[in-house]
């Protein structure tokens, strides 16, 4: 992918939210405007304002929402700070970018925002600046004016670098765009001549700015190429249209021309090695309506002459219609152009250019493919270095990302990536819980296992259950054999072997089938006053099979991967044996800390049209459990057991879910937010059967990180 492609794509996508978002609501006396979006459209920065009903004051917020894992962020103000004001993303979502007033300083200041935390941007400035823009790796562009003078910046981890003055030729700058190294910068530097802004470059490691204006009155730099030998942007001559130039060190400045003579021209989008342009031209309506925009493409050749093509419409109106289209995205080479293009008597659709087919709708683009979407495309803004990938926004002010090549097919965001984060969170979270389960499921009542000095027992376990949360809903089973060993009188040993698994279904569609072993030691000892100090550890080893299905236009496909886990855990518990008996019923009340922690391998899907490639994943859990066990003599053979607790889990959500969707782009999207309070009950009995003893339990949970209903089955002998 291109960076002025990526660019194009942040600048223009928030089109796809603004509908509906513009005006207040009457019941809630607030509105929502969107600033900005991320390259993978992932995550978008808006601002909230609410109103006072009483006096019609507004206040102003701003959040950094993930649309794909219903997370939302406020961003808030620091101590110190009033008329906070954010405006721009980097490329992947991480920094924002915006301004506030510092009280304590008594003037304005420029901050990068990243996981809560704000930086100052600060270059001793003495009244206007600005960031323009920011990239992933946390530097900055901008202007600050020092000294009288506007000058350009780039901001690295605290250091600043500005643009050369010449106080007697220009007397500052701006920039709008950079090179991926941050070699070159182009904008505009104001000439002392004529107090007009023209377009130019900056070269940062000879620290060397160029006037490359040579045509207009006022002029600005827009684009610039990867390796910083050509530049385009827009010029207007005296009184004269906008016009669009493209610039080479050899060649100098040079005028692509018009659509129609007097019509001002728009530039969108330039080619990796700036050869070709796309934008839009504003054509003369015969009737004297607005005039309607028709999509261009300017290419150069080899000899360095430049044509200029009008891509025309989709539709050819009807006689009385007007017509219009505009391209928004080319790909790498230039071969592929991608925009919008509408009539009176059709909606407004996004169409691909090729010379090959000439431009044709998004929808017949990928029907040639053998794909049918089910959505009307409202415009194409972005696509690939190879141009089989385009992305766009669809009528329904949905995202979707259409592919032709050896793979085919279509997805929108709001219904693929969730399949992402369910089949990602699925596999770490099913083994954290896999932990958990064994240490306070089948492990679950250590008091009923406590040994004398030199006294042995076996046991073996079974529990077997049913667990249903916001993302899947499955089986699920794990047995351990046990030795236990009395120490000494109040310190029992026990060390237990198992294995674990779970076949879960996915809400959104496909299936995780886990398989895995572990090993769990544990000590309970005798502390005074009927207390018992119980210490027990978890280490475990899963291997992870995954069906992922999503819809792929009309159809449901599905992508398939296998990777591996491991997990490690250790809890604490504290009982007070028999602390109380009421109706003949001993009751034995208990707290317990636990922490798990599960790493999930990187592993690649394979098949379907849309397969993903996880980075390794890491995630864990912290929960603290209040209980009591309940037992109740029936015989002297026969006891009724119970069980009731209350947990509560310290995080509240789950890990961020990265990777790459294969052939398109990196993703990070937060995790799923975790219900971090829930309710455990739980009945069952005891029986001594044979030389050994017999038990049952049946539990049940409220939504919550446990099984949602499960029953344990234990059989031990002591000898």
Do not use: C
């Amino acid at each position: 992918m291109n960076s002025k492609t990526r660019n194009g794509l942040i600048s223009l996508f928030p089109l796809v939210f603004v509908a509906g978002l513009g005006t207040a609501h009457a019941d809630n006396l607030s509105s929502k405007s969107l600033l900005d979006m991320n390259a993978s459209g992932s995550v978008y920065l808006e601002s909230v304002t609410t109103y006072d009903p009483d006096t019609g004051d507004a206040m102003r917020s701003y959040r950094l929402v993930s649309n794909l894992g219903a997370k939302t962020i406020t961003l808030a103000p620091p101590a110190g700070a009033s008329n906070l004001e954010a405006y721009g993303l980097s490329r992947d979502g991480t920094y924002v970018i915006g301004s506030y007033f510092d009280e304590r300083a008594g003037k304005y200041v420029d901050f990068i925002w990243k996981n809560g935390q704000y930086q100052i941007v600060d270059s001793d400035t003495d009244g206007l600046s600005g960031i323009n823009g920011v990239g992933n790796d946390g530097s900055a562009f901008g202007f600050t004016q020092r000294g009288g003078i506007l000058q350009s910046f780039i901001w690295k981890n605290g250091v600043f670098t500005f643009t050369p003055t010449d106080p007697g030729v220009y007397l500052g700058t701006n920039l709008i765009d950079r090179t991926p190294d941050g070699r070159f910068a182009v904008g505009s530097l104001e000439r002392l001549a004529d107090n007009q802004s023209h377009a130019m470059i900056w070269d940062t490691k000879l620290n060397a700015v160029t006037d490359i204006d040579t045509l207009y009155q006022y002029s600005y730099s827009s684009l610039v190429s990867t390796d910083g030998s050509v530049v385009a942007g827009v010029g207007s001559p005296l009184n004269g249209p906008y016009q669009v130039f493209r610039w080479t060190k050899d060649g100098g400045m040079t005028d692509i021309g018009a659509l129609e003579v007097g019509q001002s021209m728009v530039l969108s989008d330039m080619s990796a090695n700036g050869a070709v342009l796309v934008g839009g031209g504003y054509m003369s309506d015969p009737n004297g309506g607005v005039a309607p925009i028709y999509a261009y493409r300017y290419a150069v050749d080899a000899t360095g002459q430049g044509t200029l093509t009008n891509l025309g419409v989709l539709y050819a109106p009807e006689p009385g219609e007007s017509a219009e289209s505009e391209a928004k995205a080319v790909s790498a080479d230039g071969a592929y152009v991608v925009g919008y293009s509408s009539t009176d008597g059709y909606v407004q659709q996004g169409f691909r250019w090729s010379e090959a087919t000439g431009m044709i709708s998004i929808e017949d683009w990928l029907a040639d493919a053998g794909v049918t979407p089910d959505f009307v495309s409202y415009n194409a803004e972005f696509i690939s270095d190879n141009g089989n990938v385009v992305m766009g926004a669809t009528q329904d002010d949905d995202i979707y990302i259409a592919r032709v090549g050896d793979i085919s097919g279509v997805i929108t965001e709001s219904e693929f990536y969730p399949t992402v984060v369910q089949a990602a969170s699925s596999t770490v979270q099913n083994s954290v819980s896999s932990a958990n389960t064994v240490m306070f499921g089948a492990q679950g009542n250590p008091m009923r296992n406590r040994l004398g000095a030199g006294e042995r027992a076996v046991w073996g376990t079974v529990d077997g259950g049913y667990d249903n949360t916001d993302i899947s809903k499955g089986g699920l089973a794990l047995g351990e054999f046990g030795l236990g060993y009395g120490i000494t009188d109040g310190v029992t040993a026990r060390i237990s072997v198992g294995g674990t698994y779970s076949d879960q279904d996915l809400d959104a569609g496909g299936w995780v089938k886990q398989r895995g072993f572990f090993l769990s030691p544990e000590v309970t000892a005798d502390l005074g006053a009927n207390l018992y100090l119980t210490l027990g550890g978890y280490v475990g080893r899963t291997n992870i099979d995954t069906s992922r299905g999503y819809m792929n236009g009309t159809i449901t496909d599905s992508s398939d991967g296998s990777t591996d886990a491991d997990t490690w855990a250790a809890k604490i518990r504290l009982d007070w044996l028999n602390a109380a008996n009421v109706a003949n019923t001993d009751i034995t009340p208990y707290i317990g800390l636990s922490y798990a922690r599960t790493t999930v391998d990187a592993y690649t899907e394979e098949s379907g049209s849309f397969p993903v490639s996880y980075d390794e994943t890491s995630d864990h859990s912290t929960i603290a459990r209040l209980g009591a066990d309940f037992v109740h003599p029936m015989s002297d053979t026969v006891r009724l057991l119970a069980k009731t607790e209350v947990s509560y889990q310290f995080e509240d959500q789950a890990t961020a879910t990265t990777g790459t969707l294969t052939g398109i782009s990196d993703f990070s999207i937060d995790g799923a937010e975790l219900k971090q309070l829930w309710l455990r009950g739980g009945v069952g009995a005891e029986v001594d059967l044979g030389s050994g003893t017999a038990s049952f339990m049946v539990n049940a949970t409220t939504e919550g990180q446990d099984p949602s209903v499960w029953l344990r089955s234990n059989y031990t002998v002591k000898f």
